[in-house]
T-cell receptor, first 115, second 112 residues
Framework: DVKVTQSSRYLVKRTGEKVFLECVQD?????MFWYRQDPGLGLRLIYF???????EKGDIPEGYSVSREKKERFSLILESASTNQTSMYLC??????????????FGPGTRLTVL | AQSVAQPEDQVNVAEGNPLTVKCTYS??????LFWYVQYPNRGLQFLLK??????LVKGSYGFEAEFNKSQTSFHLKKPSALVSDSALYFC??????????FGPGTSLSVIP
């Protein structure tokens, strides 16, 4: 089974803190994604990566950065956390188009609260 | 612009009745369509996908979905709803560069 893990289920941080959210997948997937989920807005793509050291902006990249130094690990960084970044953060991975499986596999999510 | 719409925020259905959760999409080229489910306090789980072939696709937990190209729809269906089907359902479409766009979600409540 594909397994996507996220470093924390719950996080509470203060405004202005630097926050690291870690995601690891064990299926050798090339693509990895970070979303945030907010009620009524569905999942909005923050950043994605289709290879090591490669990254692409999603729909809402402002206030975030990412790092992919190893294929299995994709980190989301909030340089200076703000209250409007309070949300559920979901990591996902999949194989690229042309592979035998297109669906994404999701981690359990990290609920981040910024005070 | 490429997008996914789920016109109903909430769907209520009695246990044992058929259920439908609606999804329409707008995407250039051939669509790759997905349904995911999120149970309370759990991550998203893949239900089913349409890539090519038969317009009716079957997935997990007895769910199926019908792809309708002319109506650009991909509605999720189940012949007989269970209380345990109560969850948040997301429709998604895969675009070029492997980007996946999600709809806003539909909350399904199955009433005993």
């Amino acid at each position: 089974d594909v397994k996507v893990t996220q470093s924390s289920r719950y996080l509470v941080k203060r405004t202005g803190e630097k926050v690291f959210l870690e995601c690891v997948q064990d299926m050798d997937h090339e693509n990895m994604f970070w979303y945030r989920q907010d009620p009524g807005l569905g999942l909005r793509l923050i950043y994605f990566s289709y290879d090591v050291k490669m990254k692409e902006k999603g729909d809402i990249p402002e206030g975030y950065s990412v790092s992919r130094e190893k294929k299995e690990r994709f980190s989301l960084i909030l340089e200076s956390a703000s209250t409007n970044q309070t949300s559920m953060y979901l990591c996902a991975s999949n194989r690229p188009l042309g592979g035998d499986s297109y669906e994404q596999f999701f981690g359990p999510g990290t609920r981040l609260t910024v005070l | 612009a490429q997008s996914v719409a789920q016109p109903e925020d909430q769907v209520n259905v009695a246990e044992g009745n058929p259920l439908t959760v609606k999804c329409t999409y707008s995407v250039s080229g051939n669509p790759y369509l997905f349904w995911y489910v999120q149970y309370p306090n759990r991550g998203l789980q893949f239900l089913l996908k349409y890539i090519t072939g038969d317009n009716l696709v079957k997935g997990s937990y007895g769910f199926e979905a019908e792809f309708n190209k002319s109506q650009t729809s991909f509605h999720l269906k189940k012949p007989s709803a269970l209380v345990s089907d109560s969850a948040l359902y997301f429709c998604a479409v895969k675009t070029s560069y492997d980007k996946v766009i999600f709809g806003p979600g539909t909350s399904l409540s199955v009433i005993p």
